[in-house]
């Protein structure tokens, strides 16, 4: 009778699994189909689209022939399809016979079948505000913010006064943002002193990349709504600049091509942090090439993970040269719908409206102005949860860390992993580093290098003199002219930050003194000049030793200046801590350009300081 119970129960475990298995994939299924449908009502590009990706040197008339033998109406993807040869066609006949005859066609990089990819499952659920704001006396004084967690929980408050993304260039492509009026689409109040720069609409084929769904305008809210203002809630880089590039339909469903034109819009226009809170089950090399092509560029690629609470993290984040973003609520504890995985990087709160852990009357989502979902005209305070909630806060904090300074995608994830803070103290598939933290970041970002800079330097010097004073050739008098040239060219007053100021009337003067000469494009020019070839090179302080070599008592100055320009670049080089543009990052030839250059300082040091 055991022996039959046993069987019994084993073969009943066995259907249950079946069965799991079976619908679970019979939903992947209905999944696919349903975004197959809503791509074609919305205009986007089904399954059933080929997508082929030209090399960049294939000329029109071989387009055309290939056209002509696959009896195939290539068409460009949009007007900015041309330089990259990406074009599309719709796809009859034995798909995989196709397929594969294409790729193995000398003038074709890629073909593969187009994508449907999505706003992640469960963003849907949206509740409005409805507790009792209060008007708070410190910054920010957002009405609103109190009910904003997620921003403390990432450290906002002590991140603020030292860096708020001046002028850093950040990419949403997702459903567009409500960033101004036109017709029936109005602009949200709460986005009014965010600065925009032009972005597309990738969907629609025009220059009015507006928001018809609600999510990217949330989305663009969580990295820069308007603080500060007396008016409903904070972003975590207020002062940062978006490129709103719409991508999602008013379903919340798009194209992969639209999405790599999109990424590879960003890069060529200005962008330095890319945030796509989207994407889908499927991987595709036509959007993996455009990753590494933004990455490549200088372009922090921040993307949410996914919310199918799985142990599978979604596309465009898995691909190398994005960085993959988990989600936490309230207890810090990562959510019932988080991805994880190998490929997650961070974690950043993407909330959980299914439970007010706080206790404020409010479900615990994340909190931004948005139109209401389905009326372009209207807009309220919603809290949203998902990955997709999680990713800008990230992107918001990589922009804070690229106007402190360090604008290397590479780097700048160095810096937002290095001072993640882990509740268990250890990288996991959950939380990756850790939460991201913004104030620690920015900290490191700031001071970290500058004590590198300034030890190389005196080092630098120490060595210098030494040798030519053991030669009988030293022309110079070691004294305060060479510490303090020294000083300036590789680190400045680099400890300032840690003591606040930088957000008063001096705040020019403040970034000066508290960096080496060659960051001072990014005071001067604005985080968008950062990596000026001018500034990170030997020209200034050979055009000030020519200058002035004939006054003797300044060549201790001028020597320590090199010295000092030396050891920042050497610094920036060994570390890959600046995108020099516009060299690109690929095969390390901006870390060349400076390796080099800092050779050149060292030897201009050493002709100053000889007899």
């Excluded at 609103?144 to 906002?156: A, E, G, P, S, V």
């Excluded at 880089?237 to 790599?260: E, N």
């Amino acid at each position: 009778m055991k022996k039959r119970t046993w069987l019994l129960v084993l073969l009943i475990v066995i259907a249950v699994a079946i069965w799991l298995w079976y619908t679970g994939r019979l939903g992947e299924d209905a999944k696919r189909a349903e975004l197959a449908r809503y791509a074609a009502e919305d205009g986007a590009a089904p399954d059933a689209s080929l997508l082929v990706d030209f090399k960049d040197d294939v000329s029109d008339e071989q387009v055309r022939e290939l056209s002509r033998r696959y009896a195939l109406a290539l068409t460009p993807n949009s007007r900015f399809s041309l330089p990259v040869r990406l074009y599309r066609t719709a796809l009859r006949g034995d798909r995989a016979a196709i397929l594969a005859s294409l790729r193995a066609e000398p003038t074709v990089e890629h073909a593969e079948l187009d994508e449907t990819y999505g706003i992640p499952p469960l963003e849907s659920e949206t509740t409005r505000f409805r507790a009792r704001e209060s008007e708070r006396a410190a910054f920010p004084n957002d009405p609103k913010y109190r009910f904003q967690w997620h921003l403390d929980q990432i450290q906002m408050p002590a991140a603020w006064p030292k860096a708020t993304g001046r002028g850093v260039v950040v990419a949403v492509i997702d459903t567009g943002v409500a960033y101004r009026d036109h017709g029936e689409f109005k602009r949200v109040p709460d986005l009014a002193q965010t600065e925009f720069v032009p972005g597309y609409d990738f969907v629609n084929k025009n220059e009015r990349p507006l928001d018809d769904h609600g999510h990217g305008t949330h989305v663009a809210g969580t990295i820069a709504q308007s603080t500060h203002n007396k008016l409903g809630v904070a972003g975590v880089a207020y002062r940062a600049r978006i490129m709103p590039l719409k991508v999602l339909s008013a379903r919340g469903y798009g194209s992969v091509a639209d999405i790599a034109e999109a990424i590879r819009f960003a890069a060529n226009h200005g962008a330095k942090v890319i945030n796509m809170s989207l994407g889908g089950s499927r991987g595709s090399k036509i959007l993996g090439d455009a990753v590494k092509y933004a990455h490549d560029r200088g372009v922090t690629v921040v993307c949410a993970a996914g919310n199918e609470g799985r142990g599978r993290v979604g596309f465009p984040a898995a691909y190398p040269g994005a960085i993959a973003v988990a989600a936490t609520q309230y207890d810090r504890t990562t959510t019932f719908y988080s991805n994880w995985g190998k490929e997650i990087d961070l974690a950043a709160p993407g909330g959980n409206t299914r439970v007010d852990q706080n206790g404020d009357g409010m479900p615990d989502g994340v909190l931004q102005n948005t139109i209401l979902p389905g009326r372009v005209g209207e807009n309220d305070y919603l809290v949203f949860m998902g990955t997709s909630m999680a990713s800008p806060h990230v992107a918001g904090v990589a922009a804070l860390v690229i106007e402190s300074g360090v604008s290397r995608p590479d780097a700048v994830e160095r810096v937002l992993k290095a001072t993640a803070k882990h509740p268990q103290g250890k990288r996991d598939d959950h939380y990756g580093a850790g939460i991201v933290d913004a104030a620690a970041a920015v900290a490191k970002a700031k001071t970290d290098h500058g004590g590198y800079r300034l030890g190389l330097a005196s080092l630098l010097g120490l060595l210098l003199v030494l040798r030519l004073r053991g030669r009988g050739a030293l022309a110079i008098r070691p004294g305060l002219g060479l510490a303090l040239g020294a000083l300036v060219g590789s680190a400045g007053l680099f400890f300032l930050p840690r003591l606040g100021g930088e957000g008063s009337a001096l705040g020019v003067v403040h970034g000066l003194l508290s960096q080496g000469v060659p960051a001072w494009d990014g005071v001067l020019l604005g985080p968008a000049g950062a990596g000026n070839p001018i500034f990170a090179s030997a020209l200034l302080p050979l055009l000030l030793g020519l200058a002035l070599y004939s006054v003797t008592r300044l060549r201790g100055l001028l020597c320590g200046f090199a010295l000092g320009v030396a050891a920042h670049l050497a610094v920036a080089a060994l570390l890959g801590t600046t995108d020099v543009w516009p060299i690109p990052n690929a095969l390390g030839l901006d870390q060349l350009w400076l390796a080099l250059n800092a050779l050149g300082c060292f030897g201009l040091a050493s002709l100053l300081a000889r007899r």
